[in-house]
């Protein structure tokens, strides 16, 4: 079985300051893992992955995602908060091999930026 | 990329009538295709997932129902509709890694 977990529904940043998303899982085996982001009424977009090798992910709009096997973490980060980037975040897992291709997708973390 | 593509955009219809939302998707060959149900702008429910034409496998036993009769399209589909089944109705292609979803259907069941 997998499963991730999104601790936080809100997180508040105000513009300018470091963000985080906290993003949690567990898969039996070697797990693929991506973050989403989704607008008011629209789909969601693909912003990163981790597959394998490096454990700091970069990805779109300045966005980055470090992989921590032993606390079985991929927590979104990005240096700079922009209100632009106010938005719903899904973080997914998948096994990597031996499984489900099916991704688990968490409940979500709306992320607000103030001015 | 992919580009995932739905229709209608929104969408408002009285209990009990028929329901048929379609997505096709450009730039892939037999993707896995799925779709997924989100309520109240939040968490995914995964409804149905194709491998193949013809393919489907069913997540949530409702009153909804899916095909795929060509390659990059993919139906829901419902005789009766319920007031439980307004919602954000979205479809999603995957190859080997990501996903790439469509804009969406906005359903509201009156």
């Known amino acids: 079985a997998q499963s991730v977990a999104q601790p936080e529904d809100q997180v508040n940043v105000a513009e300018g300051n470091p963000l985080t998303v906290k993003c949690t899982y567990s898969?039996?085996?070697?797990?693929?893992l991506f973050w989403y982001v989704q607008y008011p009424n629209r789909g969601l977009q693909f912003l990163l992955k981790?597959?394998?090798?490096?454990?700091l992910v970069k990805g779109s709009y300045g966005f980055e995602a470090e992989f921590n096997k032993s606390q079985t973490s991929f927590h979104l980060k990005k240096p700079s908060a922009l209100v632009s980037d106010s938005a719903l975040y899904f973080c997914?897992?998948?096994?990597?091999?031996?499984?489900?291709?099916?991704?688990?997708f968490g409940r979500g973390t709306s992320l607000i930026v103030h001015p | 990329s992919q580009t995932i593509h739905q229709w209608p955009a929104t969408l408002v219809q009285p209990v009990g009538s028929p329901l048929s939302l379609e997505c096709t998707v450009e730039g892939t060959s037999n993707p896995n295709l799925y779709w997924y149900r989100q309520a109240a702008g939040r968490g995914l429910q995964l409804l149905f997932y194709?491998?193949?034409?013809?393919?489907i496998s069913s997540e949530v036993p409702q009153n909804l129902s899916a095909s795929r009769p060509q390659d990059r399209q993919f139906i829901l589909s419902s005789k009766k509709l319920l007031l439980s089944d307004s919602g954000f109705y979205l479809c999603a292609s995957q190859d080997d890694y990501e996903q790439y979803f469509g804009p969406g259907t906005r359903l509201t069941v009156t």
């Open positions: 194709s491998v193949g034409i013809g393919q």
């Open positions: 981790y597959i394998t090798g490096d454990n």
């Open positions: 898969v039996s085996g070697n797990p693929y």
């Open positions: 997914a897992v998948r096994v990597s091999a031996g499984g489900s291709y099916i991704p688990t």
